[in-house]
């Protein structure tokens, strides 16, 4: 068992967001997770269910199921939401975010590394980025900065500009993710102000 617990410390100090733990909290983690081995077509978990679990996949594959997509647009249509942001976060699922969107036309697609996934970037995902941008009317998202991630800053803040260079390009707006990084985050959207709409999600700080 010690062996496996080893095994299950070292995928998390590699996986965000349980890469930017101290070492303490990282040694000690394992051994307070519940661990499920599920076979072939076994469901881990169904749409609708009460949960109150993270569910963390250390190998294989899992397929994604969304049987109730429709009636939760439906619901939400009928509560007076008229549009939806569907914001792809690593290369992995740019493709999918796109077909969501030619599906439901009430849904605008956006396609963007977040910064937990920086670091596990194609050679070509700017390539990339701009195909899918240049596809659809779409945005990029969801971007920015963590400062809780063991990403290089220089590299992570470079990746950043290069996303809102592609916004400004497009004529598009962004989604934007920051957490302890709010110095370098203003720093690197100086240059952009005003000349793309940019939507800081969760900002709990002042209006100055």
Known sequence: MSVE???IREFLRTTPPFSGLPDEELKELPGRLTM?????GQEIISA???NDSLFLVRSGLVDVFDPDREAVIHRAVGCGVDRFLSCGT???DWERVASLAGAERRVLPAFGLHPWFVGGRSPQWKDRLVG???NAPSSVGEVGLDGIMDNPPEEAAQVFTEQLELAERFAVSASIHCV????????AIRPFAGKIPMLIHAFGGSVE
């Not at 499920?36 to 072939?40: D, F, M, S």
Request: charge should be positive; avoid cysteine; charged fraction near 30%.
């Open 132 to 134: 899918f941008l240049g």
């Open 36 to 40: 499920r081995y599920a076979r072939r």
């Open 90 to 92: 690593s290369e992995a």
């Open 5 to 7: 617990l080893d095994e």
């Open 180 to 187: 302890h990084a709010w110095g370098p985050l203003l720093q």
């Open 48 to 50: 609708g269910r009460s």
